[in-house]
C-alpha cells in the first residue's frame, strides 16, 4: 500500500511515529527513538534524529504532521498556543508549515486556556490526543472529562465536540524529583510494583492536612520500619495520585477517561475508582488518530 502520510508524537523522552495509507491505516510504526532534549544534541539536530528514525519512509512527496513537545521552545519550531475553545478544524487551520531538506513538515500548534488570567495554563500533544479520541468515537458533539497522566497531567473538558478548559498538575515530575532527588529517595529501593503500598499511599493522598507534611510522612513510616524499602516509590505515587484525583475529580456521577499509556493510566484509573469515580482508559494510539484527524482537516491529505 502506497503511504500518503507520516504522523509523529513528539515529546520531551520519547518518539512515536506512524506511517500511515489514504484511509489513515498503520503501514508501519515505530516507538524507538530520541526524546526532543536528546535530539537536539545528537548531529544533525532535529532534521538528523528524525532521518535516523524514519528515513526510509521520508520522501516521495509524502508529508510529515507532528505534535508534542518538539514544537515548543526547546523543540524544532515553536507553535502558538491557540486559545479555547479548540476542536480539529482550530488546530487543522493553524498548522504551521516548514520546509526542510527532508520534504515539508505540518507542526501542529499548542492550546491555552486563560491567557489572560492569573493563572495560565499550557499544553502540547495532548489536545492531539483529544480529538483523535472524539474523533475515534465518533463524537461530534461529546462532551466530558478526561485525564491525561503524564509528567504534567492534564485535567481536560471537552464541550460541544471542543476542548473547553483544562489544568495542568505537575504529579508526576514532582514524583520523580521525591524519588530521585529527595531525602525520601535515598531510603527507597527498586523494586516490582507493590499494589499494597500503592493503595496506603491513595489513603494518604486522600486525607486532610497539607500534602508537604503527609510526603514527610513516607521517610518517618519507613524509619521507624513501617514501610519498607522497596515500598516507597508506590506509596508516594500513589500519595500524589490520590492527592491530585482528590483536588481535581469530578462528582462520582461524572464519568471520566483517561487516555494515557501502561502503568501509569491504570494507576490513575484505581485512584478514580477507589474515589467513587466512573473511569475508563481509552483504547491506544489516540496521538496517531489526532494527528490524522487534523491532517484530513486541513487537506494535506
Known amino acids: 500500500m502506497t503511504a500518503r502520510l507520516i504522523g509523529i508524537d513528539w515529546g520531551t523522552s520519547s518518539f512515536r511515529a506512524w506511517r500511515m495509507d489514504a484511509a489513515g491505516r498503520v503501514l508501519d510504526s515505530l516507538d524507538t527513538g530520541p526524546g526532543i532534549l536528546a535530539a537536539g544534541q545528537e ?15 521520508l520522501g516521495r512527496g509524502v508529508p510529515v504532521i507532528a505534535s508534542g513537545m518538539i514544537t515548543s521552545r526547546n523543540g524544532w519550531v515553536e507553535t502558538p498556543y491557540l486559545p479555547l475553545p ?3 478544524a482550530a ?3 493553524a498548522l504551521v508549515r516548514h520546509r526542510a531538506r527532508l520534504g515539508d513538515l505540518h507542526f501542529v500548534c ?34 466530558g472529562l478526561f485525564v491525561l497522566p503524564g509528567t504534567h497531567s492534564k485535567w481536560a473538558q471537552v464541550r460541544n465536540g471542543r476542548l473547553a478548559g483544562f489544568r495542568s ?21 527498586p523494586g516490582p510494583f507493590d499494589a499494597q503500598a500503592f493503595m496506603r499511599g491513595l489513603d494518604a493522598g486522600r486525607a486532610q492536612g497539607p500534602l508537604l507534611a503527609r510526603i514527610f510522612a513516607a521517610r518517618s513510616l519507613a524509619l521507624l520500619e513501617r514501610l519498607a524499602p522497596a515500598q516507597i516509590a508506590d506509596y508516594l505515587s500513589g500519595l500524589l495520585i490520590g492527592d491530585e484525583v482528590a483536588r481535581m475529580a469530578p462528582p462520582p456521577q461524572v464519568p471520566v477517561m483517561i487516555i494515557g499509556r501502561g502503568d501509569l493510566a491504570e494507576r490513575y484509573r484505581i485512584a478514580l475508582s477507589q474515589a467513587g469515580g466512573a473511569a475508563r ?21
Open 169 to 189: 498538575v505537575m504529579t508526576g515530575e514532582v514524583f520523580a524529583l521525591l524519588r530521585d532527588r529527595s531525602i525520601l529517595g535515598r531510603l527507597a529501593v
Open 110 to 143: 499548542g492550546a491555552v486556556d486563560g491567557a489572560d488570567g492569573p493563572a495560565p495554563d499550557v499544553m502540547r500533544g495532548e489536545e492531539t490526543e483529544i480529538i483523535g479520541h472524539l474523533a475515534a468515537a465518533g463524537h461530534d458533539q461529546a462532551q
Open 43 to 57: 548531529p544533525g539536530g532535529f532534521p538528523g534524529a528524525l532521518e535516523r528514525a524514519v528515513g526510509p519512509w
Open 86 to 88: 479548540l476542536d480539529a
Open 281 to 301: 482508559i481509552a483504547p491506544p494510539g489516540m496521538a496517531r488518530q489526532g494527528l490524522w484527524t487534523i491532517a484530513r482537516k486541513a487537506g494535506i491529505v
Open 91 to 93: 488546530l487543522a487551520g
